[in-house]
C-alpha cells in the first residue's frame, strides 16, 4: 500500500534520545514525497566531560539501539538511517561493518 505522505520514501531514523538535531535538520532536508520516522534510543541526560562518561554514554546508546531499531521498523520503512556519529565508527572499520551486519540482521534484511 502506498503511503500518501511519504509515497516516494519512508526512511526510519534512530537516534539517541538526548539529540535534538538530528530530526530538524533530518525535516529540514525532507524532499517532497519523503517522510522520516524517528525511533529514540532511550538514554540519560548524563554529563559527559571525560572520557570515562563518554564510554558509559557509549554503552547507553549500545543497549539501546536494538530496541529503537525494533519501534521503528513497524512502519515498514525503505531505509534505516543512524542518526547518530560515534556509534557508527568507534570501533574503526571492521566495528562499523559488524554495527551495519547486526542492525541489518535486526531490521529483517532492510536497513
Request: net charge negative; charged share 25%.
Amino acid at each position: 500500500m502506498t503511503d500518501t505522505l511519504g509515497w516516494r520514501m519512508k526512511f526510519g531514523v534512530v537516534a539517541p534520545s538526548t539529540n535534538t538535531s538530528v530530526q530538524p535538520e533530518y525535516d529540514d532536508m525532507r524532499p517532497r514525497g519523503v517522510t522520516n520516522h524517528f525511533s529514540r534510543a532511550w538514554i540519560p541526560d548524563d554529563p559527559v566531560n571525560n572520557d570515562e562518561e563518554f564510554l558509559q554514554l557509549m554503552e547507553n546508546i549500545r543497549a539501546e539501539t536494538e530496541n529503537a531499531v525494533d519501534r521503528v521498523m513497524t512502519c515498514s520503512p525503505d531505509y534505516v538511517v543512524m542518526g547518530m556519529s560515534a556509534e557508527t565508527f568507534w570501533e574503526g572499520v571492521l566495528g562499523a561493518e559488524q554495527l551495519k551486519r547486526n542492525l541489518e540482521k535486526r531490521a529483517g534484511g532492510r536497513g
